[in-house]
């Protein structure tokens, strides 16, 4: 009886559905899927992660939300959209906060990722490993911009996510919210004058064939998040969280290793197509046209502390 028992639950199954927006061979779909394996084996195939890639199950902020309501149970999110359903964390979205990945880490492997994983924890949302969400910077078809200026009166793609919606207006540029998968067809159309995003997916998503000219500006360096949802964790034994835990740190540093080689490739190949990348010369005129955002951040009591935490410790 003891035995027949045992043997069942051994191979009582469950299925969890993964959501991910990149395609196969993206650094954040294959650390997915390296999790996937390894929570796998930990479980002795107890838990099998199904990973749906390129935004089948919806745009992201819908993920987002279906995360919170349990209806998804994984997912891998950029910091934007899920700033937007967690305030504590929006400081991550600050232009020129970070000034690298290096320094990002510095910060979120330590006492402030975990603050940040608590604040994500109490919304519904349990991190397991800090991705990268590299460096992000201006690229359009139809204009040249060597300096802000340049800018002035574009329509520039953005993520559907309040804080690039106000950095882009103090460029005094026009933001439009787009979901990634529709931006290629934003700059097809010429609906969309510009984006911005990391050189990775710059090339993964094809729009350096349409939108040839690179401000390299690294604007905003803020790190995506591989979280679970408090439904599923909450239904996990102690056990369980263990490897779903180990599995994560574990996919996040494979994630860092792959996304460096990436970025490097990315670029290499985008300058091979065609590409121009143009340097900003200097970032104060920039990060001066920023400062009500800075303010804003600063004086909102959710976000004050952490802030000043990065900045005293640069
Ligand atoms: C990519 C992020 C992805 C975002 C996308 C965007 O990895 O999560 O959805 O940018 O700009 O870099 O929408």
Redesign the pocket.
């Known amino acids: 009886m003891g035995l027949a028992f045992a043997v069942a639950s051994a191979s009582a199954q469950t299925k969890l559905r993964a959501w991910n927006?990149?395609p196969d061979g993206y650094p954040?779909t294959e650390a997915m899927k390296s999790f996937a394996d390894q929570v796998n084996k930990g479980t002795q195939g107890r838990y099998q992660i199904e990973v749906f890639s390129n935004a089948t199950l919806g745009d992201?902020p819908k993920a987002v939300q279906m995360l919170k309501s349990g209806e998804i149970d994984l997912a891998?999110?950029?910091s934007?959209?899920l700033s937007d359903a967690v305030p504590g964390i929006k400081v991550l979205n600050l232009p020129f906060l970070f000034t690298d990945s290096a320094h990002m880490f510095r910060h979120l492997d330590g006492k402030l990722g975990e603050r940040f994983a608590a604040n994500l924890k109490g919304a519904g949302f349990v991190v397991l490993g800090w991705y990268d969400?590299?460096a992000?910077s201006f690229y359009c078809a139809g204009r040249s911009p060597s300096n802000l200026r340049d800018l002035a009166g574009a329509s520039i793609r953005v993520?559907q996510s309040e804080i690039f919606v106000e950095m882009v207006k103090l460029l005094d540029a026009k933001p439009v919210p787009l979901?990634?998968k529709e931006?290629m067809a934003g700059f097809e159309k010429g609906t969309i004058d510009c984006?911005e995003?990391?050189m990775?997916?710059y090339e993964a998503t094809g729009h350096y064939k349409l939108a040839k000219s690179v401000y390299v500006t690294n604007h905003v360096v803020s790190p995506?998040a591989l979280v679970v949802s408090a439904a599923l964790w909450g239904k996990l034994t102690e056990a369980d969280r263990k490897v779903f835990q180990d599995a994560g740190v574990r996919s996040a540093l494979l994630m860092r290793e792959l996304w460096n080689k990436r970025v490097a490739q990315a670029q290499e190949a985008t300058a091979k197509q065609g590409s121009q990348f143009v340097r900003v010369k200097d970032v104060s005129p920039f990060v001066r046209r920023m400062s009500p955002l800075y303010a804003k951040y600063m004086n909102d009591p959710t976000t004050r502390e952490e802030l000043l935490s990065i900045i005293a410790d640069k």
């Open positions: 927006i990149h954040v992201q891998e999110f950029s934007g959209p969400g590299g992000r993520q979901p990634f931006v984006a995003n990391n990775p997916s995506e």
